[in-house]
């Protein structure tokens, strides 16, 4: 029997250094709410067997023709953080449309707009967009990190249906999506599962010898436990996207820790801690259809299947704790604010990669300017408020406008200067929250205007304050709105003025 608990509260002590992760494109997926969860297995081969059976690409690189252009808009991508340049390629275009379209930015904020075709250099690819309404126009992916070529590839075809022309650096890394993406669902809250384990199994640490779970992409079951029988990754499938990707070649017995005792023990050790969290929803050979990326099922070498952007992630180089992470007293044991991959023995598990990392000859000083993993997260995370337009915020009889149309599924008001909400389950309640309330995930959306604030509508969860009515607002003082369509997609976040 599962007993199934609402996760209310994370405490917050981030210690943070490194740790989780979720790729770029999982995070640029989720935001863009676009992404094939589907569960369903059918249709047989994976991709990676297709790529392995196929051998590496052989398709010899064409560099795509350039393509004229009168302006360019340069800027940042908030996602892979890199360098990215618009062509304003299509000959309809008018300086002024132009301008105004570079002004009012491809992503949050504006660029900046200059005459003259893009040359961004190195670039991962170029992204050629025809929209159904307006011209086109091609962006120029900025990078020199071959990790990112399937991520930003992915985001070009899935989030703005361009076509992807990879660079060199690329052609032999770019795998394109499978097309039949369908729309996303809504990230599930994280629930806590207690269960008995199986007859014959030992019996778990929980109260009356159950083992509890948590069920979200940070969770962990106990070690030596398999996540897929203890936790949800019908839940997990909805915190990030998941679709197969083909790794990189697992190698062979030609290599030597293919027979090599001491190495296998602790490439098994590494396997099994994985196995008992929820990164193996995805990260395993029984993932719906395929693995994404690297396997544990890979066989002897199936770390080679993880790029070294990965490897270095792991052995501790790179940061990612926006990410989120539970404290390992409430996670089985399993830290991962002290490592990447979460473990019960974080010296063991930076050691395995941290070896790897050695082998593979990888560039530490080239590792540490890797950018923090978690793109929007990180951005989220560093946001600074500005004052509410007109007509935005509370107001004197206690509605809360926030001046759109979208419906919001995440409603927050804080104090003027508290940390801006993240993900759970250790950033959604940062201190000076004064009013908190979610919508599950089988409610309706809340529509701006609509809600008073401190009056609970039914189809809501108040998460704070947990029982009492929110501390009365002060006229003529200052308050932050945030309020998010799903977790991680935010809507409107501005400081107002009671
Ligand atoms: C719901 C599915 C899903 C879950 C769960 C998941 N991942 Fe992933 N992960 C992906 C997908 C999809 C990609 C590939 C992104 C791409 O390249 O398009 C990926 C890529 C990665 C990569 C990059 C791999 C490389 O070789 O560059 C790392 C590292 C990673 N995941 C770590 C983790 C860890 C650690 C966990 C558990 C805490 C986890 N993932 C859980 C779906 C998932």
Redesign the pocket.
């Known amino acids: 029997m599962k007993a199934v608990q609402r996760l209310f509260k994370c405490v917050l002590r981030p210690r943070v250094s490194v740790y989780?992760?979720?790729?770029?494109?999982?995070i640029t997926?989720l935001a863009c709410e676009e992404a094939d969860?589907s569960s369903n297995a059918a249709n047989g081969e994976s991709e990676t067997e297709v790529m392995l059976d196929q051998g590496p690409s052989t398709e010899a690189f064409v560099a795509p023709a350039t393509k004229p252009a009168q302006w360019r808009c340069s800027y940042s991508n908030p996602f892979s953080l890199a360098a990215e340049c618009k062509a304003y390629t299509d000959t309809d275009w008018t300086e002024a449309e132009a301008r105004a379209d570079c002004e009012a930015g491809q992503y949050e904020e504006a660029g900046t707009f200059e005459s003259g075709n893009c040359d961004l250099s190195p670039i991962l690819g170029y992204c050629d967009v025809a929209p159904y309404i307006g011209d086109d126009y091609r962006l120029f992916l900025g990078g020199d990190n071959p990790?990112?070529?399937?991520?930003s590839g992915?985001a070009c075809v899935v989030n703005l249906k361009g076509e992807f022309l990879p660079s060199e650096q690329c052609v032999d890394r770019y795998s394109p999506?499978e097309m039949n993406m369908s729309t996303s669902s809504v990230f599930e809250w994280p629930t806590l599962s207690c269960q008995a384990p199986p007859e014959g199994e030992q019996s778990g640490q929980s109260e009356n010898g159950e083992v509890c779970t948590w069920n979200l992409?940070?969770g962990?079951t106990e070690a030596g436990r398999d996540y897929y029988e203890y936790g949800s990754?019908d839940t997990?499938?909805t915190?990030?996207?998941?679709?197969?990707?083909p790794?990189?070649p697992a190698g062979d017995e030609s290599d030597p820790r293919y027979s090599d005792e001491t190495y296998q023990q602790e490439s098994n050790w590494v396997k099994e801690q994985?196995k008992a969290?929820?990164?193996?929803?995805?990260?395993d050979d029984r993932?719906p259809r395929g693995p994404?990326?690297?396997s544990v099922d890979a066989g002897p070498l199936w770390v080679n299947?993880?790029?070294?952007?990965?490897?270095a992630?792991?052995a501790g180089y790179i940061d990612s704790s926006s990410?989120g992470a539970f404290m390992p007293e409430e996670n089985n044991g399993f830290d991962?604010i002290q490592s990447?991959?979460?473990t019960t023995d974080v010296q063991r598990m930076l050691a395995f990669f941290q070896a790897e990392f050695d082998r593979r000859n990888i560039d530490p000083a080239w590792a540490e300017n890797v950018r923090p993993?978690g793109g929007p997260l990180v951005t989220q995370r560093d946001y600074q408020p500005e004052a509410c337009a007109t007509g935005i915020g509370v107001n004197r009889e206690g509605v809360i406008n926030w001046g759109s149309e979208q419906g919001v599924r995440y409603l927050y008001i804080l104090e003027e200067d508290a940390n801006n909400p993240g993900i759970p389950p250790n950033f959604d309640l940062p201190e000076k929250t004064l009013w908190r309330i979610d919508i599950p995930s089988d409610q309706d959306p809340l529509a701006s205007g609509t809600v008073r604030y401190g009056e609970k509508p039914s189809q809501s969860i108040q998460v704070f304050p947990e029982t009492q009515a929110p501390q009365a607002l002060e006229e003529g003082q200052q308050y932050y709105l945030y309020v998010m369509r799903d977790v991680a997609i935010p809507v409107e976040r501005c400081v107002f003025t009671y």
């Open positions: 989780l992760l979720v790729s770029i494109l999982g997926a969860r990790d990112l070529c399937n991520v992915r999506p992409i940070s962990c990754c997990v499938y915190n990030r996207p998941y679709y197969p990707v790794g990189l994985v969290c929820a990164c193996v929803c995805c990260h993932a994404s990326t690297w299947t993880m790029s070294d952007t990965a490897v992630m792991f990410l991962r990447a991959m979460p993993i």
